[in-house]
């Protein structure tokens, strides 16, 4: 079975963007390793929302050659042929992909309602979330309301230089 | 200057109580050593439904000889001689109290709606989450909607056998 990986930088109060959708708030942070925290992912998952913010921010965070699903009913997917649009179904989608030989990974890059509709759906391995020194007072949350309540086993943390703080998590079923 | 300390349990996605203000999420961990933390507390501040709850809970959560601060416009004075009711000018009340002499210090104990308007009028040093590995999906939110951007300073981490990560930020002013 290959890992989902929710993994998302957040503020304190559990924002995952700012109340403009800006993110100036996550301090850089020169000891983050990306490449080894994603070493294994060939696989990304995107709410609509957050792929537009991702085009939006320019060079993707994910490897080129890895696949990426939008999950969208209203993107087109003619004017999107770098990506496979996924319309309906969303959960048995990713319950196949999980089920697909490998060990390679799958990154639940955000948004919150996707990770709604997947944690409600059972498709969500690990919860690793980056807490930033900051409190947002609003924004997108990290979870998007009337989610089911889930309980989390704690695998790891790591404190970096930058006062951020890496949580990993793995869903308790 | 007495610290103002904003001390709280939360869960993974932000939230202080579950959505019918429960608890029962909290894991019970024994290696939480509450005297020392609250050592020095002799001021505790609550909001009026944060009040309620700790009245439901009974045994207080502070020391018994703690002067006790409830911030309310509704209720009466009289039906709780045990504790302070301020019905306004609390921010003025709270600078008045961290300006005493002396090293005690002050518990802001709950709720988000009375942490949002002492971090709106610079009245908060520490905020202080111990964050528990459980995510809520909905109830009380850990600061009110709303409040203002505020830079934190990571100053301690801790992590229990429980799961809990305990986290202490200075606010950066």
């Known amino acids: ?11 304190l109060d559990g924002y995952v963007a ?11 942070d020169p000891t983050v390793d990306f490449a080894r925290i994603f070493a294994k992912v060939d696989t990304v998952l995107l709410g609509r929302k ?33 990506v496979t649009v996924v319309a ?34 059972g498709q969500v391995d690990r919860v690793e979330v980056t807490i930033a020194p900051v409190l947002l007072g609003g924004g997108t949350p990290l979870l998007a309301p009337r989610a089911p309540q889930t309980q989390l086993a704690l695998v790891d943390s790591h404190r970096y230089p930058s006062g ?10």
Chains 1, 2 share one sequence.
């Open 1 to 11: 079975m290959r890992l989902v990986r929710y993994n998302v930088a957040a503020s």
């Open 18 to 28: 700012g109340p403009h959708r800006n993110f100036d708030w996550i301090p850089d």
């Open 50 to 82: 957050s792929y537009e913010v991702a085009l939006d921010l320019g060079e993707p965070a994910w490897s080129a050659d890895a696949r990426v699903f939008v999950f969208s009913s209203t993107l087109r997917p003619e004017n999107h042929p770098d």
């Open 88 to 121: 309906d179904h969303a959960v048995e989608r990713v319950r196949a992909l999980r089920e697909e030989p490998g060990d390679g990974e799958i990154w639940l890059f955000g948004g919150g309602e996707l990770f709604r509709t997947m944690l409600a759906g």
């Open 164 to 173: 951020l703080v890496g949580l990993t998590y793995a869903v308790v079923r």
